[in-house]
């Protein structure tokens, strides 16, 4: 993301909804709900500093197309073993993608 713009857009999906209402009906009227959100981000930072990491909540029961891409590894072959056809192909193109991004940044490094 780029915050250097004074416009960001983000996708808000069913399981965020709800999250989000929450936070503005307690945001002060005199704020904006960015900068509302900005102050719980930088609370929730300044608490958590050191202690927790995204996979941390890894386990919550969230449907999601794909697992956290650090997730345990179980996670994934679990998700990988269950897919339907479309969706193997689907994660096998990214799949595809992703190595060849890591392959040029090989070649960089090497």
Known sequence: MQ????????????FASPIFES??????????FSLFLAVVADDYVKK???SARITDFDHIDVT???PLF???????EKHVNSLKPDGFK???KRFSQ???IIN????KRL
Do not use: C
């Open 90 to 92: 689907k994660l096998q």
């Open 64 to 66: 999601a197309d794909l």
């Open 3 to 14: 915050f250097n713009r004074n416009t960001v857009t983000l996708s808000v999906g069913q």
């Open 70 to 76: 650090y997730a345990n590894i179980l996670k994934w």
């Open 48 to 50: 958590n500093r050191t």
């Open 23 to 32: 936070l503005n009906r307690m945001k002060p009227e005199h704020m904006s």
């Open 104 to 107: 040029k940044e090989t070649e």
């Open 98 to 100: 992703l190595g060849n």
